[in-house]
């Protein structure tokens, strides 16, 4: 399963560690001048300074835990950045249903968990018009490609562009099957803009977990 990176903000973290440090100098300067001047032959009670040096601890704990969780967040973040940097170039597997229609060719592979009796493949532009259809016959599980040339169900050609398909599929019982899709696709660039980078494809971004693998150059 992907893991997202939760943003920390090192400045509050700061911040609550130095009001925490003000508070507890404060408590501690009460306690001590409560202590100087009880009586004694009553003395005070010290369940409730305890309990309030039980929440300074617990307080100072969760702090701890977002300064290591920033540290995490950092390392993460920087191996992303190392990862995305050394993919330039490269073809990789991206799950995804869309892809980049050029010189008449876009190509697709999707995977059926079971067995299809049925299936349908539709082909959709940018604005999720359906520009062409096609029914196969059965398919058994496992991996299979989808190549389209450009062709409409007009019989007009598509422009070049990034087209996604829509595959409905079932089983004999009529149940419908949940396929994967991939593409393969060259990556051209990254993007640092966000927290996490995300890679550049002829389609568009993809963000690293739809990346499935990697392809050798060459």
Sequence with gaps: MPITPVAVDSSQTAN????????YDTFLVLLTAQLQ??????PMDSTQFTQQLVQ?????QQIRTNEQLQGLV?????????????????????????TYLAG?????AYRLPLNADTLTISVRDAQGRTVYETTAAPRTAGEHLFSWDGTKSDGTTAADGVYRIVVTARDSAGTAIAPTINVRETIIGVDFSGSTPVVITPSGTRGLE?????LDRG
């Design 16 to 23: 609550a560690r130095t009001r925490l440090s003000d508070n």
């Design 37 to 42: 001047n009880q009586d004694p032959l009553a």
């Design 56 to 60: 300074f601890s617990q307080v100072e």
């Design 74 to 98: 950092a390392q993460y973040q920087a191996a992303s950045a190392g990862a995305a940097l050394s993919y330039l170039g490269r073809d990789a597997i991206i799950e995804a249903n869309e």
């Design 104 to 108: 008449g060719q876009a190509n697709w």
């Design 210 to 214: 739809t990346i499935r693998s990697v």
